[in-house]
C-alpha cells in the first residue's frame, strides 16, 4: 500500500487545515488508518486513528475537540480535518496504515509527511 499526505501549509493560530491521505496499491478498507505528527526536535506521536469501517475513532488528549478524523472507503483516502489550531500543532504529519490504534507499532504503511505550521 502506498500512501501519499496532502493538505499541509502555513496557518495562523485558531486558524483550521485539512489533510488527506490517498491510497493505493492496496485494499484500503481492510486497514485502519492512523495520523501521527512529529514536531521539531521531538519523538514522533499519536494524533488520532480510525478504523478500517469508521465505527470508531479515537484521538490523543491534546487534539480531542479540534481534530476529525475520517475515512472514505469508495475514494481510498483517510482525512484529518484541524481545526482552533494552536502554535503548539506546528509539526509532520504522516498518515499510516495497519491494524490501528494509538501504537506506531501497529503501523506498517506510512506516507511520505506533510507539514503543518501554525503561526502565533
Known amino acids: 500500500v502506498q500512501l501519499q499526505a496532502s493538505g499541509g501549509g502555513l496557518v495562523q493560530a485558531g486558524g483550521s487545515l485539512s489533510l488527506s491521505c490517498a491510497a493505493s496499491?492496496?485494499?484500503?478498507?481492510?486497514?485502519?488508518m492512523g495520523w501521527l505528527r512529529q514536531a521539531p526536535g521531538k519523538e514522533r506521536e499519536f494524533v488520532a486513528a480510525?478504523?478500517?469501517?469508521?465505527?470508531?475513532?479515537n484521538y490523543a488528549d491534546s487534539v480531542k475537540g479540534r481534530f476529525t478524523i475520517s475515512r472514505n472507503n469508495a475514494k481510498n483516502t483517510a482525512y484529518l480535518q484541524m481545526n482552533s489550531l494552536k502554535p503548539e500543532d506546528t509539526a509532520v504529519y504522516y498518515c499510516?496504515?495497519?491494524?490501528?490504534?494509538?501504537?506506531?507499532?501497529?503501523?506498517?504503511?506510512w506516507g511520505q509527511g506533510t507539514l503543518v505550521t501554525v503561526s502565533s
Open positions: 480510525i478504523r478500517w469501517s469508521g465505527s470508531f475513532v
Open positions: 499510516a496504515a495497519g491494524s490501528g490504534g494509538d501504537s506506531e507499532s501497529n503501523y506498517v504503511y
Open positions: 496499491g492496496g485494499t484500503f478498507s481492510r486497514y485502519g
